[in-house]
């Protein structure tokens, strides 16, 4: 057992660095497979890992192995280790499962690249930090697998780097998110000092046992690796480099919102819930910047063209959830929707990828439609995937997971009525937004013509995404609606179980709601983008529009804020003394180098004349003493 949750990371990475050394001499064909063939063997061993920790359960709430010992000066001791339980199980599944599918989609959409070798390392590294973020045992080494799904999506989204822009949305990805880092590991210092180890297991226990609640250790700390969670899972106010992060080819945007990147701060927030337990204010914190991040995500998405951008501000709204859950305390509930979202959205983003690639690279969905009758393949598994990010009632899995949310959102202790109606509003924009997609994209005239049709390689992950959409919620009734929850009954052997306040079960009520909104935002969304399109014109080239196109202008405040004061300060500080000194002592050593080099010109005088008056010297030096 511990032997093969070893395997599940090591692969990819030992792939990683078969690519990387050898993959100058490996055919495309061969470089895919292993890449793709890693992720796959990974995933085998992570359902097989799966099984029998399930079968353990409730006698054996984790396994624990330790490969060997990382560190170990004075007092800081910190282990190549790995800690497998139910919440770290969930990740994985996740990151193999639907990773493996990416890597195989990859194979096809990225067939005629000329970076195909160098796309699937650096896919393979990415996917092997994560596993080792969310297995880790101690919070330094999971610190590593944070800072390698930092590197790796700096190296994807810019990877097509010939063309300026991606490049500049690689560095706007990487710098926004060291910000958040930078807070993260003044966080984890705290906590080593306070307790002398980077166990998380210990530093939880020793923080409920040492830390009053709302201590302010415990508030500084938790804000702390809020800051971080805010920057990898992009929200507010650190949201603003996802949308840019599309600069990367299709198969990258689906790895980074689906399995990896952009879901590390969940996991975070989850994996050290006892500090935020401890620190009320932090997490009250938390679920207002869910609450605000879906609200205006979800405003920015309705007004973009571009098909990727929607995907990402839907993203930076469907992680909003996932925050606001856990800031009430719904652990359970917020881990749920990831993996629920891990699906649909993962589906969405590859689909999306099929249309941008078969119409040469057009990302404005103004510029499509049409596509249902000449992709139907695509059209359908698009359509599902909208129709559970849009939480369909009953018939899709998004509806379970997002239920539960704006459920706990209103009845749980720390939840209300405020954070449950932001929720509701959230989910209205959702319908609205993904079936303005749908009927503006594949509906109505075509505008840009197919070129060719995608292989199976593409088709055949979406099938699968597409079913698992439908089908993954139902391991997780409401309980209004039944009794069977296999995915609480295995997260809260982890996580804590939500305090509930005393009020009636009106739980079917909410459901009913929930379904009512997400229907009148699908039906409004035929009505003005289908069928009556001229009722929406004049919002179209409103001001308004423009604003939410500009996903709020955050990109500009921060532009006058920060951009441009640092920019005229380096201008200034361009000709400082110290970049004088720099300067006089290169221009020094370059006429040191052009002096001495008389004496290797290939010049017999020279050299001899050179022998000379070093002898002179020499002498000179003798017969003064």
């Not at 001791?77 to 199980?89: H, P, V, W």
């Not at 003044?186 to 000092?193: H, N, P, S």
């Not at 979202?341 to 993962?346: E, I, L, N, S």
């Not at 404005?364 to 990010?389: C, E, Q, Y």
Request: charged share 10%.
């Amino acid at each position: 057992m511990t032997n093969l949750i070893v395997l599940i990371p090591a692969l990819p990475l030992l792939s990683f660095l078969i690519l990387v050394l050898f993959g100058g001499k490996l055919s495309r064909k061969v470089a895919g497979w292993i890449g793709a063939g890693s992720i796959g063997v990974a995933a085998l061993l992570t359902i097989i890992v799966g099984i029998s920790f399930i079968k353990s359960l409730p006698e054996t709430k984790s396994y624990s192995v330790v490969i060997w010992q990382w560190l170990h000066v004075g007092n800081l001791t910190a282990n190549i280790a790995f800690r497998l339980d139910s919440l770290s199980l969930v990740f994985i599944f996740v990151i193999t499962f639907v990773g493996f599918l990416i890597h195989i989609y990859s194979i096809g959409f990225m067939a005629n690249d000329e970076g195909f070798t160098r796309f699937f390392a650096y896919m393979n590294l990415f996917v092997s930090s994560m596993l080792i973020l969310v297995l880790a045992d101690n919070i330094l080494l999971m610190y590593l697998g944070w800072e390698g799904v930092g590197l790796c999506s700096y190296l994807l989204i810019g990877f097509l780097y010939k063309e300026p822009a991606n490049g500049a949305a690689a560095r706007k990805a990487f710098i926004i998110t060291r910000i958040g880092d930078t807070a993260m590991i003044i966080g984890i210092f705290i906590l080593f000092l306070s307790f002398g180890t980077f166990n998380i297991q210990d530093i939880m226990h020793l923080a409920s046992a040492k830390w009053a609640i709302g201590s302010s250790l415990a508030v500084i700390t938790a804000a702390l690796l809020l800051g971080g969670a805010l920057g990898k899972s992009a929200q507010l106010p650190l949201q603003t480099w996802l949308p840019d992060a599309m600069a990367g080819p299709s198969p990258v945007s689906a790895l980074i919102h689906a399995a990896t990147m952009v879901t590390a701060g969940v996991y975070l927030i989850a994996r050290t819930n006892v500090l935020f337990s401890l620190a009320p204010i932090v997490q009250t914190i938390i679920a207002i910047i869910g609450a605000l991040t879906l609200l205006i995500a979800g405003f920015s998405a309705l007004a973009q063209h571009d098909l990727k951008r929607i995907l990402a501000y839907s993203t930076i709204s469907q992680i909003g959830y996932m925050f606001l859950a856990l800031g009430v305390g719904a652990y359970s509930a917020a881990i749920f929707h990831f993996m629920i979202h891990a699906f649909f959205k993962a589906l969405l983003f590859l689909a999306a990828g099929v249309v941008i690639l078969v119409l040469n690279e057009e990302h404005d969905i103004f510029k499509m439609g049409g596509l249902r009758k000449r992709m139907p393949v695509v059209f359908w598994t698009f359509l599902i995937g909208s129709a559970s990010l849009s939480a369909l009632p009953l018939i899709t899995a998004d509806f379970y997971s997002k239920d539960a949310i704006l459920w706990f959102a209103f009845s749980s202790n720390s939840g209300g009525m405020v954070l449950w109606f932001a929720g509701i509003i959230g989910a209205f924009l959702t319908a609205l937004y993904s079936f303005r997609m749908i009927f503006i994209t594949f509906f109505g005239e075509a505008k840009t013509e197919p070129t060719f049709n995608a292989g199976k390689l593409m088709t055949v992950p979406l099938i699968i995404l597409a079913t698992l959409s439908v089908i993954g919620g139902f391991i997780e009734l409401p309980t209004s609606m039944g009794n069977f929850h296999l995915f609480s009954n295995l997260v809260n052997n982890t996580l804590p179980n939500i305090a509930i306040k005393n009020v009636e079960q009106l739980e079917w009520l909410f459901q009913l709601i929930s379904a009512l909104i997400a229907s009148i935002g699908i039906y409004l969304a035929y009505r003005f983008y289908f069928k009556k399109p001229a009722y929406i014109e004049a919002f179209n080239h409103s001001r308004l529009n423009h604003f939410f196109e500009k996903g709020f202008g955050f990109d500009k405040v921060y532009d006058v804020l920060f951009v441009k004061p640092i920019v005229w300060l380096a201008e200034i500080d361009k000709k400082d003394i110290f970049d004088q000194l720099n300067i006089s002592i290169s221009r020094l050593a370059i006429w040191g180098n052009h002096f001495l080099s008389i004496a290797q010109n290939g010049k017999l005088r020279w050299y001899l004349l050179s022998f000379a008056i070093g002898i002179a010297f020499i002498l000179t030096l003798m017969l003064t003493k």
